[in-house]
């Protein structure tokens, strides 16, 4: 992989640490998971993830967010032969129109589109939206990938707030030198379940938001996540499609 370096303030390395004792003087030198998660935060963009308006193509669609004091828009749209189709998520629900008209939709097909439309935003963002409320980080210590150090997180969500996939494990690898986010994996139940890991490559910068596509690996049933980076090292996992976003476009609010 190439990647780009960003210097991360000392301030930033300072508050990466706790102490677990009442004597302010007994320094413990275990980070925490939230405490990983903000430092990589910090690295990739910070708080432009809250206030921000950016747009990006993927797969032939284009995709629009827009983050202002904890109000989001997202939408996803794309033309084929009935015309043009927006599906629209926000604080407020899902609607999705047609060549400008609502259409009803079923509450099973409602749920699925807009978890759609937020799946790929949320993919497109992170590690900027793991700080929510429903996030539950879980520090695992270090692990060595690819001659490389990371420390590895465990997020888990609460059901409520949670999303309709709120039972789905994720596992990050944040990199111990400048805490950039290289790898992922998560299990999924759905469609009788499944693993899959990521590798991060092409990172790039766009106004101060990081943005990085993946190398999508399938790993097997999602019992396994646990030691997915391990079948990942030994070569056992297989490639199964590249996670690309482009047209990228961003601005601050």
């Given at each position: 992989?190439?990647?780009?370096?960003?210097?991360?303030?000392?301030?930033?390395?300072?508050?990466?640490?706790?102490?677990?004792?009442?004597?302010?003087?007994?320094?413990?030198?275990?980070?925490?998971?939230?405490?990983?998660?903000?430092?990589?935060?910090?690295?990739?963009?910070?708080?432009?993830?809250?206030?921000?308006?950016?747009?990006?193509?993927?797969?032939?669609?284009?995709?629009?967010?827009?983050?202002?004091?904890?109000?989001?828009t997202y939408s996803n749209t794309y033309r084929d032969g009935l015309g043009l189709h927006e599906r629209i998520l926000s604080n407020a629900g899902f609607i999705q129109k047609l060549n400008g008209e609502l259409?009803?939709?079923?509450?099973?097909?409602?749920?699925?589109?807009?978890?759609?439309?937020?799946?790929?935003?949320?993919?497109?963002?992170?590690?900027?939206?793991?700080?929510?409320?429903?996030?539950?980080?879980?520090?695992?210590?270090?692990?060595?990938?690819?001659?490389?150090?990371?420390?590895?997180?465990?997020?888990?969500?609460?059901?409520?707030?949670?999303?309709?996939?709120?039972?789905?494990?994720?596992?990050?690898?944040?990199?111990?030198?400048?805490?950039?986010?290289?790898?992922?994996?998560?299990?999924?139940?759905?469609?009788?379940?499944?693993?899959?890991?990521?590798?991060?490559?092409?990172?790039?910068?766009?106004?101060?938001?990081?943005?990085?596509?993946?190398?999508?690996?399938?790993?097997?049933?999602?019992?396994?996540?646990?030691?997915?980076?391990?079948?990942?090292?030994?070569?056992?996992?297989?490639?199964?499609?590249?996670?690309?976003?482009?047209?990228?476009?961003?601005?601050?609010?």
């Open positions: 992989m190439i990647f780009f370096k960003k210097t991360i303030k000392a301030a930033l390395v300072a508050a990466f640490f706790v102490s677990c004792s009442t004597d302010s003087r007994e320094f413990v030198s275990t980070p925490s998971g939230a405490a990983v998660v903000d430092s990589s935060i910090a690295f990739h963009g910070g708080l432009l993830y809250e206030n921000v308006d950016l747009s990006f193509g993927f797969r032939g669609k284009e995709y629009k967010a827009k983050r202002q004091e904890g109000n989001y259409i009803e939709l079923s509450k099973k097909d409602s749920t699925a589109r807009s978890a759609s439309v937020n799946s790929v935003v949320y993919f497109a963002l992170l590690p900027g939206l793991l700080n929510t409320p429903a996030a539950q980080k879980e520090y695992l210590g270090k692990e060595e990938i690819e001659d490389e150090s990371y420390h590895k997180v465990r997020v888990t969500f609460t059901k409520e707030g949670g999303g309709e996939d709120f039972d789905d494990v994720f596992l990050y690898w944040f990199s111990v030198e400048d805490y950039s986010m290289d790898y992922l994996a998560y299990s999924y139940l759905e469609d009788q379940g499944g693993t899959r890991f990521r590798k991060a490559f092409d990172r790039r910068s766009v106004n101060g938001l990081v943005f990085q596509d993946y190398y999508n690996l399938r790993g097997p049933s999602p019992d396994s996540l646990e030691f997915i980076s391990d079948l990942f090292k030994k070569g056992k996992l297989d490639t199964l499609s590249l996670i690309e976003v482009d047209r990228l476009s961003v601005s601050g609010l």
